[in-house]
């Protein structure tokens, strides 16, 4: 790959030209295979294909050739791909389960969305449109993104869907994957300033209540999510087979998986066991995607995250952990200590601009506890504590070139609420994003920024008073990239 000073060092990114949304997420005969929108001949949106790469360990990334490539007027816009063991398409072998990707045929003439299939035989090496294409098509130009999977309780395949304009998911059914019958529809509700994009829907247990499970629907909004711009939101609710029934909205109304303002179109990977729920987003905005600084490529996906759910205060949320394998021991471990007015820079040389910061701060008497990320003469990425607000804030006005962001809100927020006193951040740091998991998970931001490439510089801070940090453990992070 050509030598980049934005290239991150553990976040898949193309290996040239641009990418959207994670598509046709799948694990399959051990590996995990990630499709995306890719335009496969520049750096802008266009000519759209799916991208592929596949990996062992979710962390190592081999670049493949393009999946499903564009075919005359037709591109091959956002989807997902499903196993057919049972052959019930018909596109399987004996023997070889076929791979089947279900995405929306976006007509460039026409501007028709309708939902095609394509199919591989050779672990998705190559690639067959499906004949009968298009198999579900409504003469809609604002119809797409297909999430299939398997419904064991009624032994068929459901597909969720966006009527994007509308903001209306719709679900279907089908048993070979080639018919589909509709049978209802969810929306408009919750955030609905944006186009809804993008739909999951997956069942997963609730922690601490034994035999008690939810079903989650993610949708992502291309408007009006708290950062500003893009954004993936969710419900917690029932699922019977043909409606999805979500709980009643609690006080803080629309729910979001990240409060940053890079994490769109997150969708889950599929084939995997009932529990295990993994879930990747395009860690970008659509309000400014197309003007990142980063040269030969642009975009890139979000840490894979580990998806569970628990009850918060009395209601079930979602909660998130980083999949990141392969970590060596801490570079540097302390706590707890003291941290009283001002800024403290940590005293571990060469700190580098891939770490994983675990840091346990205690606010006591301060107004504001936290860190300074990728600290350099002039520049630093704040993430801090602010118990005046009971908020989780990530600021990066001076985190480095914004000049992608400039008309957009540099700061960003979450509520959250200290656990016996303390707050747990850990801290995803690369080339040019930080990813914020706090609390237990219940509380994510993750953001993209550009700093120079020498400012790898780590500190704890306190302001209005003193706090302690009861514990830090900062990690260097390797390189995927060959
Ligand atoms: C979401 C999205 C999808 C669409 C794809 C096109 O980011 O707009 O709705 O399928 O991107 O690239």
Not at 130 to 135: E, K
Not at 393 to 400: E, I, N
Not at 430 to 444: C, M, N, R, Y
Request: proline share 7%; hydrophobic share 40%; net charge negative.
């Amino acid at each position: 790959m050509p030598d980049n000073p934005y290239r991150p060092g553990y976040h898949f990114t193309p290996a040239q030209g641009w990418m959207n949304d994670p598509n046709g997420l799948v694990w399959h005969e051990g590996e995990y295979h990630l499709f995306f929108q890719h335009n496969p001949e520049g750096t802008d949106w266009g000519n759209m294909s799916w991208g592929h790469a596949v990996s062992r360990d979710l962390r190592d990334w081999e670049h493949l050739p393009v999946a499903i490539p564009v075919a005359g007027t037709e591109q091959a816009f956002s989807g997902s791909v499903v196993v057919d063991h049972d052959n019930s398409s018909g596109l399987g072998e004996p023997g070889r389960p076929a791979m089947v990707a279900l995405y929306t045929s976006c007509d460039v003439e026409t501007g028709i969305q309708s939902q095609s299939l394509a199919s591989s035989l050779d672990r998705g090496r190559t690639w067959s449109r499906y004949p009968g294409n298009p198999v579900l098509d409504l003469g809609s130009k604002e119809f797409r993104d297909p999430k299939v999977f398997w419904y064991a309780a009624a032994g068929c395949w459901i597909m969720v869907v966006a009527m994007a304009e509308d903001r209306v998911i719709q679900f279907y059914r089908s048993d070979d994957l080639l018919a589909w019958r509709h049978l209802s529809d969810f929306g408009p509700a919750g955030s609905v300033d944006g186009v809804w994009e993008c739909p999951d829907l997956f069942e997963l247990p609730v922690a601490g209540e034994p035999g008690r499970t939810r079903w989650v629907l993610l949708i992502s909004v291309q408007t009006g999510a708290p950062a500003g711009g893009s954004g993936t939101q969710y419900f917690i609710g029932d699922f019977d087979g043909t409606t999805f029934t979500a709980d009643p909205p609690g006080v803080e109304g629309a729910l979001w998986v990240d409060h940053g303002a890079d994490h769109y179109a997150a969708v889950s990977f599929s084939g995997m066991p009932d529990e295990e729920r993994i879930v990747i987003g395009w860690a970008s905005n659509w309000v400014y995607a197309h003007d990142l600084p980063t040269g030969d490529f642009r975009g890139s996906a979000s840490i894979p995250r580990r998806y569970t759910l628990a009850l918060v205060d009395g209601r079930v949320r979602l909660r998130q952990q980083p999949v990141l394998e392969k970590l060596p021991a801490p570079a540097y471990v302390a706590g707890p200590f003291a941290v009283v007015e001002g800024e403290h820079p940590l005293p571990v040389a060469g700190h580098g601009t891939r770490l994983r910061v675990v840091a346990v701060v205690e606010p006591e008497s301060s107004d504001r506890i936290g860190l300074h990320l990728r600290v350099g003469a002039q520049e630093r990425t704040v993430v801090v504590y602010e118990a005046g607000s009971s908020e989780l804030v990530v600021d990066r006005t001076r985190s480095g070139d914004v000049g992608f962001s400039e008309a957009f809100p540099a700061v960003h927020r979450a509520p959250i609420e200290p656990a016996d006193g303390v707050v747990r951040l850990e801290v995803l740091v690369d080339t040019t994003s930080i990813e914020v998991f706090a609390g237990e998970g219940e509380v994510v931001l993750s953001d993209q920024i550009f700093p120079s490439a020498d400012s790898t510089g780590l500190a704890v801070f306190a302001e209005g008073g003193a706090g302690t940090v009861r514990s830090i453990e900062v990690t260097r992070v390797g390189t995927n990239q060959s």
